[in-house]
């Protein structure tokens, strides 16, 4: 459903298993790792990390991937454009793009223009979010 009727739904990581001691020791497992897409916003939790913003604010979500391991597992800020990724799997996500740079989830001073999630099912965010789906660049 569009943006005008959001209904609530929760979307889990995909956590491929090579991963998940490293994920582990940083905090992050299935319990700890979802993305919500409600009344209130888009709502990331990755461990000890949390994002929210108005779903109002994605203005674009394709689905990427596969991605190399060192680029996307763990918690991730790129140096090139200060975008974020939360990665549990290497295979496919969903890139995000805020209209307005989402910032508090490192330091309240950073903000992020776009956010990669490794969801089990991209489409149904893309979906869930009422943007297009795009096929990877």
Known sequence: MGRSGVVSRRFPFAFDR???PPLALMGVLPQTA????D?????????????LTPTEN??????????RWWRVVGMH??????GISFGTSTASG?????EEPVSGVIARFLSHP??????????????ALGTPTRPAA
């Open 18 to 20: 090579r991963f998940i």
């Open 77 to 82: 800020v790129s140096a090139a454009d200060r």
């Open 34 to 37: 979802s993305v919500s897409v």
């Open 114 to 127: 776009a956010m990669t999630v490794t969801v089990e099912d991209p489409d149904a965010l893309i979906d």
């Open 39 to 51: 009344v209130n916003g888009l709502a990331v939790r990755f461990g000890p990390w949390r994002m």
């Open 94 to 98: 969903v890139c995000l793009r805020f």
């Open 58 to 67: 994605v203005i674009e979500a394709r689905r990427t991937g596969p991605y």
